[in-house]
């Protein structure tokens, strides 16, 4: 029983932990991604606002989107449905936003990062937006986020780059400690661009291990989480790879 608590709560501090690396929505295995706060309003029973897209001015509905998401991944089964709607009424991105309120992070700067996006666009909550989400028998998860975004948009999100200083940051829920290390490797040739952010959570002595690809399409911005003890920046970016042939198969 103390094992599967301690796998939860790393679970939660990674979670965390892709937010503030990120410039752009994820959505990790027990939660979403960061964006700016979106509150409670706005439930993930609404209608899907397919005109609300046409309305913003964006490429896609997120009826769309949720057409271009994976449909499979090789080892994995899927998780439930996909999700799509605007970005902030998605169910990870509001469970992910209550438990970044549990959380306190040694670092204040570094968690900024995830909900003020310096150095490129905030997300907006309205965009369209899809999810899905795929699991196997040891635990390990993978997510893919697509949203609808401008090409300008997309490669300022793509170029960002982790914040000096954040290579290393601890964070807390409840009383117990966890340790991130991250690393982000050069900018990949994945999509029509892409970065990769590996990070590696301690505590208690469990290790878990997330690997984030992001890269852009023609207006929109598609996102890879893989978390697990086992996961592997390769595997990541295999499934990137299979996420944007996909999406370029399915979206005009």
Not at 22 to 30: E, F, G, L, R, V
Not at 48 to 66: F, I
Not at 143 to 159: C, F, I, P, R, Y
Request: some cysteine; overall charge positive.
């Amino acid at each position: 029983m103390a094992h599967r608590l301690t796998s939860h709560r790393l679970r939660s501090w990674t979670s965390l932990a892709l937010a503030v690396v990120a410039a752009t929505s994820t959505a990790a295995a027990c939660g979403g991604g960061g964006g700016e706060d979106e509150g409670d309003g706005g439930g993930a029973g609404q209608p899907k606002p397919a005109g609300r897209a046409a309305l913003a001015g964006t490429a896609y509905t997120s009826d769309q989107l949720e057409q271009a998401l994976l449909t499979e991944a090789p080892g994995y089964r899927r998780n439930g449905e996909p999700d799509s709607g605007e970005y902030g009424a998605l169910k990870a991105v509001q469970n992910f936003n209550q438990l970044q309120r549990q959380v306190t992070i040694d670092k204040p700067a570094c968690g900024n990062y995830g909900s003020t996006r310096p150095g490129g666009p905030p997300v907006d909550k309205t965009s369209p937006a899809a999810i899905i989400s795929f699991t196997k028998g040891n635990g390990q998860s993978v997510t893919e986020t697509l949203m609808s975004m401008s090409d300008d948009a997309a490669g300022k999100h793509v170029n960002s780059r982790v914040p000096d200083g954040c290579e290393t940051f601890r964070t807390k829920v409840g009383g117990q400690w966890a340790d991130h290390r991250v690393v982000q490797p050069p900018p990949g040739r994945i999509g029509e661009g892409s970065r990769t952010v590996g990070i590696t959570t301690s505590s208690g002595g469990s290790t878990l291990k997330s690997w984030y690809v992001v890269l852009r399409g023609r207006r929109y911005v598609a996102t890879i989480s893989l978390i697990g003890p086992r996961a592997t920046r390769a595997e990541a970016e295999q499934l990137a790879r299979q996420a944007d042939a996909q999406a370029r198969r399915i979206l005009p």
